[in-house]
């Protein structure tokens, strides 16, 4: 069956710092992929997704992830976290090409925030 | 901007009570989810719809049906509420595209409603 893995429940890491989160899909063919953030109390907001194309794909608030085919991964980074990027982060896959579309999520990886 | 707007951000109900959960979307959309939400469980998929008067069972659809009579609106039912169905539940929607394959290529999440069974 067709899953999505976030390795990591929380992560902490100091301001300033560079971030890396995990996101490993099991599926055989290109899927459709996404990274969501949901700040406490809120809703999911889209941060990037990948289609096709150029594997390193950029999103708002200066995220970026790269989709390697030969790892199953859709890493998702950003170079220098600030505070307000403390939240929980989703990564989701969309089987395309079926009637029965739906989207995929993992379990979420929490961020933490050190001053 | 599109905007999902559930009707409750947070809802108290007892056991065995009839519940509604009401999701609307302004963007004329014809996908609309329901998920809940629970800590080291990620979104999982209770029911989604194509259309108007279309259903589709997802992920964990017992306990649960759903109601979509108007395009904008879908509502989610909890017949008998349990203690089990305390969670966070998010509703979506995402635009239809093309006209054969339902390629649905993002979604737009309300803010959710913390619903507590007592």
């Known amino acids: 069956a067709q899953s999505v893995t976030q390795p990591d429940i929380h992560i902490t890491v100091s301001e300033g710092a560079s971030l890396e989160l995990r996101c490993n899909y099991s599926?055989?063919?290109?899927?459709?992929l996404f990274w969501y953030v949901q700040s406490p109390g809120q809703g999911l907001q889209l941060l990037l997704k990948?289609?096709?194309?150029?594997?390193l794909v950029q999103g708002i608030k200066g995220f970026e992830a790269e989709f390697k085919r030969s790892q199953s991964s859709f890493n998702l980074r950003k170079p220098s976290v600030h505070w307000s990027d403390a939240a929980e982060y989703f990564c989701?896959?969309?089987?395309?090409?079926?009637?029965?579309?739906?989207?995929?999520f993992g379990k979420g990886t929490r961020l933490h925030i050190l001053p | 901007d599109v905007k999902v707007t559930q009707s409750s951000r947070y809802l108290v109900k007892r056991t065995g009570e009839k519940v509604f959960l009401e999701c609307v979307q302004d963007m004329d959309h014809e996908n609309m989810f329901w998920y809940r939400q629970d800590p080291g469980l990620g979104l999982r998929l209770i029911y989604f719809?194509?259309?108007?008067?279309?259903?589709e069972k997802g992920d964990i659809p017992e306990g649960y049906s759903v109601s979509r009579e108007k395009k904008e609106r879908f509502s989610l039912i909890l017949e008998s509420a349990s203690t089990n169905q305390t969670s966070m539940y998010l509703c979506?929607?995402?635009?239809?595209?093309?006209?054969?394959?339902?390629?649905?290529?993002?979604?737009?999440f309300g803010s959710g409603t913390q619903l507590s069974v007592l």
């Open positions: 989701a896959v969309v089987r395309p090409m079926n009637r029965d579309d739906k989207i995929i």
């Open positions: 599926y055989g063919a290109t899927p459709y």
């Open positions: 979506a929607s995402s635009p239809r595209r093309g006209t054969k394959l339902l390629k649905m290529k993002r979604l737009f």
């Open positions: 719809s194509y259309d108007v008067k279309m259903k």
């Open positions: 990948y289609f096709s194309g150029d594997t």
